[in-house]
């Protein structure tokens, strides 16, 4: 069995996320492991390889790479590499690929990482309170300029529009609104917040839906 793992800094922030066995958390790996045994954390635990990569993809996309400009973690990549010193079949290789295109996962699956999950939500974010400096920021937007996007990520990114090229209007518990923007901003959320909602197959956004 697998488990995914985290090294924390002194603030209790990630700098590090792994998978693995055994001794894998304490073995070296190109990167710094805290002496202080209190900052190393197991995620998640008593996963199979695919559960682990899965959710070692999921925390490294969720609290991003320092060295692209996208979050607070020292990963060099995103995640799903390594199998212990196994060799991959071909079929697991495949396997692998699907689950980072967004392939339906189990519920079971779904459920044992929404349980691991950190909450980092309010006062446990540690960025909440706080601002990045100028000189972050402007590093940010340096590594941001000339990036290009995948056909399929501009296409996520791209307005929803009806039969005839308009924008679709949304119904949300507060409401119909003309656009998904309008609903935005009326209810003072990200624009993608209410997207999501409106996709998600959740019974708890039901009340979410184009019109």
Same mark, same amino acid.
């Given at each position: 069995?697998?488990?995914?793992?985290?090294?924390?800094?002194? %603030?209790?922030? !990630?700098?590090?996320?792994?998978?693995?066995?055994?001794?894998?958390?304490?073995?070296?790996?190109?990167?710094?492991?805290?002496?202080?045994?209190?900052?190393?954390?197991?995620? #998640?635990?008593?996963?199979?390889?695919? =559960?682990?990569?899965?959710? =070692?993809? @999921?925390?490294? &996309?969720?609290?991003?790479?320092?060295?692209?400009?996208?979050?607070?973690?020292?990963?060099?990549? %995103?995640?799903?590499?390594?199998?212990?010193? #196994?060799?991959?079949?071909?079929?697991? +290789?495949?396997?692998?690929?699907?689950?980072?295109?967004?392939?339906?996962? /189990?519920? =079971?699956?779904?459920?044992?990482? @929404?349980?691991?999950?950190?909450?980092?939500?309010?006062?446990n974010n540690s960025m909440y309170g706080k601002q990045h400096t100028t000189h972050t920021r402007e590093l940010?937007?340096?590594? #941001?300029?000339?990036? &290009?996007? /995948?056909? =399929?990520?501009?296409? @996520?990114? /791209?307005? !929803?529009?009806?039969?005839?090229?308009?924008?679709? /209007?949304?119904?949300?518990?507060?409401? +119909?609104?003309?656009?998904?923007?309008? #609903?935005?901003?009326t209810l003072n959320v990200n624009y993608h917040t209410i997207l999501n909602r409106v996709k998600s197959t959740?019974? &708890?956004?039901?009340?979410?839906?184009?019109?």
């Amino acid at each position: 069995m697998y488990y995914v793992y985290a090294y924390l800094r002194t %603030d209790g922030t !990630p700098y590090y996320i792994g998978k693995g066995k055994g001794r894998r958390i304490y073995a070296d790996h190109n990167v710094v492991i805290p002496t202080d045994k209190s900052r190393i954390k197991i995620v #998640a635990q008593k996963l199979t390889e695919s =559960e682990s990569f899965l959710l =070692e993809v @999921k925390l490294i &996309k969720k609290y991003g790479r320092k060295d692209i400009g996208t979050g607070i973690l020292r990963n060099l990549t %995103d995640g799903g590499e390594g199998a212990s010193g #196994a060799v991959r079949s071909i079929e697991f +290789k495949k396997h692998l690929r699907e689950m980072k295109q967004g392939v339906p996962r /189990s519920e =079971e699956t779904k459920q044992k990482i @929404k349980d691991n999950m950190p909450d980092t939500s309010g006062i446990n974010n540690s960025m909440y309170g706080k601002q990045h400096t100028t000189h972050t920021r402007e590093l940010i937007r340096k590594k #941001a300029i000339g990036r &290009k996007h /995948s056909a =399929e990520t501009n296409a @996520k990114k /791209s307005r !929803p529009l009806d039969k005839n090229g308009r924008a679709k /209007s949304v119904m949300t518990p507060q409401g +119909k609104f003309t656009t998904i923007t309008l #609903a935005a901003r009326t209810l003072n959320v990200n624009y993608h917040t209410i997207l999501n909602r409106v996709k998600s197959t959740s019974d &708890k956004f039901t009340n979410y839906y184009f019109v």
